[in-house]
């Protein structure tokens, strides 16, 4: 396991990332193929597609002015996606999606999870983590997450809706 984390972390690499009002992909942002890693493994917990993972790599290096439409070239996706897959640490999916969906997929495999796991408890005991993000309102609506006093209790569980 070591191994595998030596080479990511010798392996680098540049992540473009289109911002908005910009007309090409920029210089790229040097970083390493371990950093990228970090980055993206969250997701990969249970999976991710080529988009998601644009858009999680966009917003660590850009911040939120990137373009939403592939914000990291989807050549460069691919390449960093395989090196991971050639280190064993992700794979295809397995999950079913519906027919109409034509994404590919992917995911940590058992490796991938015990690596990111040993990197993650690493940093955790040494007090080196970065957690500086905002919440996010997935999808739900605005008006209620910004206004605990319109929840409503449910009388059946107990709990606020």
């Not at 917990?45 to 990137?66: C, F, N, V």
């Not at 490796?111 to 080196?128: C, D, M, P, S, T």
């Not at 905002?134 to 609506?141: A, L, N, R």
Request: aromatic residues 10%.
């Amino acid at each position: 396991m070591n191994d595998v984390i030596d080479a990511l972390r010798r392996n680098d690499r540049r992540v473009h990332v289109w911002l908005n009002k910009k007309n090409d992909w920029g210089d790229g942002i040097p970083t390493s193929l371990l950093a990228i890693f970090e980055t993206i493994a969250p997701d990969l917990l249970d999976e991710a597609s080529y988009p998601t993972i644009a858009s999680t790599l966009a917003l660590h290096y850009a911040g939120d002015g990137y373009r939403k439409r592939w914000p990291v070239p989807t050549n460069f996706l691919r390449y960093y996606i395989a090196d991971l897959a050639s280190l064993d640490l992700v794979t295809n999916s397995s999950k079913r999606h519906s027919v109409q969906d034509t994404e590919a997929y992917w995911m940590l495999t058992d490796f991938g999870r015990e690596v990111h796991g040993k990197i993650r408890q690493n940093e955790l005991l040494h007090g080196a983590t970065d957690f500086n993000e905002e919440p996010e309102i997935d999808g739900q609506d605005p008006e209620c997450e910004l206004h605990p006093e319109s929840w409503t209790p449910n009388p059946t569980f107990g709990v606020f809706l």
